[in-house]
């Protein structure tokens, strides 16, 4: 897979070595965006998840990545139909623990935390906002990308 920004997949790996710490990022932010769009009526949930997988394939170009995606956010939405996931209160509880349960896993495994060290550097509040949407839109190709 080629990357717009080899510089910033490099950054990102060495902070992302243990596997089981990369599976974690890949079901929270995934188990979080479906939560996030939940929070909106069908149109506008769909239009996201559209908008997300879209932006992923220019960006990556790869069938089996958009695939893989696909299939995650379709067994999650499941999920969260079986389960009755509908109170607002619930969402944005599973949204805040999707955001903390990486940053806990980052600790676990002994790894710095990729996000805090990009934000750190940046010197006004317009850059600090791209490199989160960049790490929003990177996180789980450069998740599912790593191999060793």
Known sequence: ???LDTNDFNEFRKYHKNKYNRIIH???FL????AFVC???NYIAYSIIFLYISIIFVLYNSV????NIFIFISIIFYGFKYLRITSK???ISIIILTYIIPELAH???KEQTYLYNRLYREQNIFMVTIQLIKHCINLVPYCMS???
């Open 107 to 109: 600790i676990y495994f």
């Open 1 to 3: 897979m080629e990357y």
């Open 89 to 91: 209160l619930t969402l």
């Open 39 to 41: 929070l909106f009526n």
């Open 64 to 67: 089996t990545l958009i695939g």
């Open 146 to 148: 790593l191999k060793y």
């Open 26 to 28: 890949i079901l929270c």
């Open 31 to 34: 188990i979080g965006l479906v």
